[in-house]
């Protein structure tokens, strides 16, 4: 089996893939760039954000497996291959994804970030504590992500409400659907989380309408892409007190520009896009569990509905 290995890696992280790969999967051949020669060779494309184009030319490819979860970057190739598309899908990143999402909740319901700001200012002010049980926390998103956080935050006690496209139901987690459902859970909401993939449909949502939606003073937490967000309506939104906290995990652009507003804003928590990493060890297994499902010609695992772009 001869696969391309090809992504916006630098050397050293490219080449620790190819070893933990090859570990996993050591009968077959690793190839870190498609040439005349191999093209017709390789029947699949390991990929993490491959340069658009890079998967053109080869005549055989029936695979191509991203190693990240979020698949926008890829569909978003016009020149994307008409083959299967499978993401990431791996337990040990839902986990990290929920410890982060836990985090940044308890930060902001019990004002850690407030706290901070008043040790800066040598302040000493003890500000109302309310119970989990008071703050509503809305999951935009209740798919592998959205429903790990879900579990850790139902465990200590928050009121939670899911959002999501087809609606459904998930033990534990009241859901809701749709863009009607969508302005009178804002409403409600203490705390937002976004955890949705990156769609025509949801670019661009946190915009200043949803600010508007929401509860007077709620925290916004994106963990899921920059493009969800209009960067100048939620500067306008923490101006006006109408969001409190903002932490943003991820950008418009990677890395965030250094003369940007948001590194200095006393509101805002910036994280180098770091709320769930690709666990190596584990996606190397999963990756070759569906290379060899395609081998042996068994059903693929965790496969993109391109029509829905997620
Ligand atoms: P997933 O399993 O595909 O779940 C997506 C969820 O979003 C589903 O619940 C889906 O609804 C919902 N959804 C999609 N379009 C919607 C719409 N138009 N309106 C309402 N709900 C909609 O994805 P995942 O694995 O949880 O990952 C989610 C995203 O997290 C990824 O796409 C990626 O952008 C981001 N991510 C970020 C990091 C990081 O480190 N910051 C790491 C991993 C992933 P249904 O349930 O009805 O289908
Ligand atoms: C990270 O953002 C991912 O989509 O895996």
Do not use: K
Not at 16 to 26: F, G, H, S, V
Not at 111 to 129: D, V
Not at 288 to 305: C, F, G, I, M, T
């Amino acid at each position: 089996m001869d696969i391309l290995l090809s992504g916006s890696f630098d050397d050293a992280e490219r080449d620790a893939w190819r070893a933990e790969l090859q570990d996993a999967l050591p009968e077959a051949r690793w190839h870190l760039t498609a040439t005349p020669e191999n093209a017709g060779l390789i029947t699949a494309a390991v990929v993490a954000n491959p340069l658009p184009g890079s998967l053109q030319g080869l005549p055989n490819l029936r695979l191509i497996q991203s190693l990240w979860a979020g698949v926008d970057r890829l569909l978003n190739d016009p020149t994307l291959p008409d083959v299967p598309v499978a993401r990431m899908v791996d337990p040990a990143m839902s986990a990290a994804m929920a410890e982060t999402a836990l985090w940044a909740t308890l930060s902001l319901h019990r004002r850690f970030y407030a706290y901070a700001q008043q040790q800066h200012a040598r302040e000493w002010q003890q500000l109302p504590q309310r119970r989990a049980d008071e703050i509503q926390v809305t999951l935009l998103g209740t798919g592998q992500m959205g429903r790990a956080c879900a579990m850790r935050l139902l465990a200590l006690g928050y009121r939670m409400t899911g959002w999501n496209l087809r609606g459904g139901t998930l033990e534990g987690l009241p859901l809701e659907h749709g863009m009607d459902a969508l302005w009178p859970l804002l409403a409600r909401s203490d705390i937002v989380i976004n955890l949705l993939p990156l769609t025509a449909q949801t670019s661009e949502l946190l915009d200043q309408r949803f600010f508007n939606a929401l509860r007077p003073g709620a925290g916004l937490v994106n963990l899921a892409r920059g493009g969800h967000l209009v960067e100048a309506d939620l500067l306008r939104a923490l101006a006006s007190a109408q969001v409190s906290h903002a932490v943003l995990d991820v950008f418009r652009n990677e890395p965030l520009p250094s003369d940007h507003p948001f590194w200095s804003h006393p509101q805002v928590t910036v994280l180098p896009h770091v709320a769930a990493a690709t666990d190596m060890r584990s996606a190397a297994r999963i990756v070759v569990q569906n290379l060899r499902a395609l081998r042996d010609a068994q059903p693929l695992s965790d496969l993109v509905e391109r029509s829905r772009g997620y």
